[in-house]
DNA sequence: CGTGGCTTTGAATTACATCAAACCTTGTGG
DNA sequence: CCACAAGGTTTGATGTAATTCAAAGCCACG
């Protein structure tokens, strides 16, 4: 039931009121899939978006070798499936479990015409993923090791930070959970999984951070990782 | 004049017919821009939009220490300022002598209510960017120096080629120009000007191309090229 | 407990960067 | 009209951050 999402406010359905919200249920439908699960894959053609109600996933690229760009992943509330050509570019793969709202694009896309207020809800996100590939692109051509890890750990506790995290106050409420492997992290940060395991240790003997296990990052020094992500 | 504008049938402008320009006429200044000048900088307001009549432009990211990365070049008919916070999150220079529409954003979003047709639109142009700049993260993340390069001269070649090049018949009309110097392209592609250069000398050995000038090159194997580009 | 799949650490290698100098072009003033 | 100054480009020698190859640790699970 759409109207009693307990995500709603925080996705693109949160422009739509109750009654209008109707219009979205008619068209959704939960979908459930399991750790390393595909969604979808590049080339694939791209008949429906989604919306993140839980978990996490990533979006890749393949070069004919194997090569793996990571070009983003996707938490709680984000949408997925912005596509151009009607194709697909990039393939997604479940990292955790996950469960998410699945819409035919044709006919969310009708929607257009009668809440034009969702289209703009959507051009901003495409907006906001924009801002968000140019500092990918500033990271992966420019940052260093350390600078590129900085930047990870403290944009994944922007998203996966237990309750508590204050962005302003740099409160760091206990260890961020991270969900995916250093493979996934290398070739999201355009690294090696050797350098990613590296770098981070010598994070942790700095006093930066703790690594409490593999798939716990505790940030100890939030300012200090702040100047190493901004190249200071 | 819009209605007798010379690329409009290659700009978002195209979705408008002769009457309905008329709105856009009554927003749109004309800007002219010499080469070096900067358009805006990263972080001023995005009051305005622009749409390329002629020549080229460069948008970049630079860290505190100077390290510069360009996250795009924009040509004739492109859309340019799209921006999510009000603030521009990049800053853009003309690479070349650049004339260009002025949009007040304000008063072209106001038009979005009237012909939700030019939002679409914009939303279009949104979703290619984003597509343009997963590829661009392939690239910068995971390409090695002569595929890069490779990938660039076939998007320029796309972008700046003489009339006649036809991109499925792989027929290269003559040497392509390249407005931008070797420094720009060393910051569009994660390298160093030093290694753009010697990578360039290397792929003019292999036969790939011919460098008639430092400012064209031209495309001689355009298979080859292309088998490289993509990691083959 | 033992086995398989991550992760970490170590040693050797390498693609690209850095430092440095020579080599054009292009424009300018004598 | 030529010399030469300035800015960009190419080429060379050397350095290094990150990769590659290899092995050892560390869990988690049956």
């Given at each position: 039931m759409c109207a009693a999402c307990e995500i709603r406010e925080f996705?693109?359905?949160?422009?739509?009121?109750d009654e209008e919200l109707d219009h979205l249920q008619a068209i959704v439908r939960r979908v459930r899939i399991t750790s390393r699960q595909m969604l979808f894959q590049e080339g694939d053609d791209a008949d429906n978006v989604f919306n993140i109600l839980s978990g996490v996933m990533k979006l890749y690229k393949l070069l004919p070798?194997?090569?793996?760009?990571?070009?983003g992943f996707v938490y709680q509330g984000d949408f997925l499936g912005i596509a151009s050509a009607g194709t697909h570019s990039y393939s997604v793969e479940a990292v955790t479990e996950v469960s998410l709202c699945r819409f035919p694009r044709a006919k969310l896309y009708q929607l257009f015409d009668r809440f034009p207020k969702l289209q703009s809800r959507l051009l901003g996100i495409a907006t906001d993923e924009l801002t968000a590939a140019q500092d990918q692109m500033l990271l992966l051509g420019r940052k260093t090791a350390s600078e590129k890890l900085a930047s990870f750990l403290l944009s994944l506790a922007r998203r996966?930070?237990?309750?508590?995290?204050d962005d302003d106050e740099e409160v760091m409420a206990g260890p961020i959970p991270v969900p995916m492997n250093r493979s996934d992290i290398a070739d999201y940060l355009g690294l090696t999984m050797e350098t990613v395991s590296r770098t981070l240790s010598r994070l942790k003997k700095a006093g930066h951070i703790a690594i409490p296990n593999a798939h716990h990052i505790d940030i100890a020094q939030p300012e200090a990782l702040r100047d190493i992500a901004e190249g200071f």
């Open positions: 996705t693109f359905c949160s422009v739509l009121h070798d194997g090569r793996r760009q990571i070009t996966m930070a237990p309750a508590g995290f």
